[in-house]
Structure formats: structure tokens, C-alpha cells
């Protein structure tokens, strides 16, 4: 079956803009989850959304925030870029976060 | 809320040495214990998992046990490998909702 798809791969912004990921879970799976990665960092969580509910959100300013539709698909929205947004993002696709979760390919953001 | 710390940061071992990981979580209400390996370069990948109702498991070269009671669970690595060489998480799920995720290990096998 086809994995978690993050798009897109790379995207370069500039500061105060704003910027779209999305994550296509793998069929059947209604969790989705989203990380921060910076280099040698672990996977910070942003937050998680099952069945269009986000039912927990990590410690990240406002300018973070995201969506589930009715289809599982999932999209997180930066808003305002600051220079520290740079990061590898993460989603990860499971039935609930206590099965295995499958990552997508991360997308790789660099605020300039 | 639950935490997770994951010991050590770096870990170097000789080809054919075991390796060892520890994590300790704080929340005695979680029960779902995974531990995910990544590669440089690539997403992490599920290695290995387990259950509070039991303390240990093991997939071949791999085994994880849990001590319930001092809430820690490690990883054991035997007869390591070039390709073992990674990043290891662990992660704790003290609800449905939420994995809290160990700060990651960079496992460094020398030939």
C-alpha cells in the first residue's frame, strides 16, 4: 500500500511569509501527527488530529497551527516565518498513536 | 505531564559489541513503548515496540525489556552492525492521543 506523502519536498521562504504542508496518511489510518526536526534535535510535536479533531497540540507558538479533512489528509500552516522555522517537518500516519506510526519524507523548510 | 529522558546522547561501539539504550518516562499511566531507528538522510522507522503487560520482547538481534515499577525500558543491540550505525528514539504513549518522544541517541558502530 502506498506510504505517507508529504508535499512538498522542499521549500525555500522568506521572513513574515507564510507556508502550506501537506500529509497524505496511508489509507485507513485517521491519526495523523506532525514534528519539528532540527539538526541534531529529536522530533519535537506539534500537534495530532484524528477524525478532523485536534486533540493535542505540543508547545509551539500560534503561528503554528493545522487541519485534518475529512479524508485523513492533513495540512499545517506557519504563518509569520521566523528564521528558527527552518527545520525538516515531519507527519506521521497511524489508527492512534499507540499503533505503529508510519513518517512521511518530511519537508524540508529554510526560512531565509 | 509525561517525559521522557533517553541516555546516552552518543553511543560508540565496537563492530560485534552489544549496545544499550535506556529510557525513563515519568507518566505510570503509559503503556506503549516504541523505539524507532533513523538513518541519515531518512525517515524514522518503527525497529521495535512494547507493551506494559510485558517486560520484554525480542526480534533477533534486538530486544527491548521494561521495568514497570522504576519506569524505564531499554534497547539491547547485539552483535552490532555497520548498518546499525543511526539515530534511536524512544517514545511513550501515556494516552491515546500522544507519543512523548526520548531526545534520540546517535549510535556510532566502529569497524
Known amino acids: 500500500k502506498a506510504g505517507v506523502t508529504q508535499t512538498p519536498r522542499y521549500l525555500i521562504k522568506t521572513r513574515g511569509q507564510q507556508v502550506t504542508l501537506s500529509c497524505s496518511p496511508i489509507?485507513?489510518?485517521?491519526?495523523v501527527s506532525w514534528y519539528q526536526q532540527t539538526p541534531g534535535q529529536g522530533l519535537q510535536f506539534l500537534f495530532e488530529?484524528?477524525?478532523?479533531?485536534?486533540?493535542n497540540k505540543g508547545n509551539f507558538p500560534g503561528r503554528f497551527s493545522g487541519r485534518q479533512f475529512s479524508n485523513s489528509r492533513s495540512e499545517m500552516n506557519v504563518s509569520t516565518l521566523e528564521l528558527g522555522d527552518s527545520a525538516l517537518y515531519l507527519c506521521?500516519?497511524?489508527?492512534?498513536?499507540?499503533?505503529?506510526?508510519?513518517f512521511g519524507q518530511g519537508t524540508r523548510l529554510t526560512v531565509v | 505531564g509525561e517525559n521522557v529522558e533517553q541516555h546516552p546522547s552518543t553511543l560508540s561501539v565496537q563492530e560485534g559489541d552489544s549496545a544499550v539504550i535506556k529510557c525513563t518516562y515519568s507518566?505510570?499511566?503509559?503503556?506503549?513503548f516504541p523505539w524507532y531507528k533513523q538513518e541519515l538522510g531518512k525517515r524514522p522507522q518503527l525497529i521495535i515496540d512494547?507493551?506494559?503487560n510485558v517486560g520484554e520482547k525480542k526480534d533477533q538481534r534486538i530486544a527491548v525489556t521494561l521495568n514497570k515499577t522504576a519506569k524505564h525500558f531499554s534497547l539491547h543491540i547485539t552483535e552490532t552492525q555497520p548498518e546499525d550505525s543511526a539515530v534511536y528514539f524512544c517514545?511513550?504513549?501515556?494516552?491515546?492521543?500522544?507519543?512523548?518522544w526520548g531526545a534520540g541517541t546517535k549510535l556510532i558502530i566502529k569497524p
Open positions: 489509507s485507513g489510518h485517521r491519526s
Open positions: 488530529y484524528f477524525s478532523e479533531t485536534q486533540r
Open positions: 507518566d505510570s499511566a503509559s503503556n506503549y
Open positions: 517514545a511513550a504513549s501515556p494516552s491515546n492521543y500522544q507519543l512523548i
Open positions: 506521521a500516519s497511524s489508527f492512534d498513536p499507540s499503533t505503529e506510526a508510519f
Open positions: 512494547i507493551r506494559s
